[in-house]
Structure formats: C-alpha cells, structure tokens
C-alpha cells in the first residue's frame, strides 16, 4: 500500500489508475491467502508459511 501511494504522488494518472488494481489484487494471489479461505471453509486453523 505505501509503494502504491508514493507511486501515486510521482507518476501520471494514466500510469497509476494501471498500477493501483493490479497492487491490490496481488495479495489475493499467493498461497497463503487460498490457505486462510480454505481453513476458513473447512473450520479449522490455518498454516501460513508466508508466501
């Protein structure tokens, strides 16, 4: 979030309005996150392992 912000503050609309999705997605994607649904749905504790 702060690298989204001081993109924000340096660059172009155009440029930005590109980048600020695509950082906020990201963190949907990794391992860890489909781990926490996952224990979510099946009640139970999840097991990060940070990735």
Request: proline share 6%; charged share 25%.
């Amino acid at each position: 979030m702060k690298r989204l912000i001081q993109h924000a503050l340096t660059q172009h609309f155009e440029s930005h309005s590109h980048h600020a999705p695509m950082s906020v997605l990201n963190p949907f994607r990794s391992e860890d996150f489909r781990e926490g649904m996952r224990s979510f749905t099946e009640e139970r504790t999840p097991v990060f392992n940070r990735r």
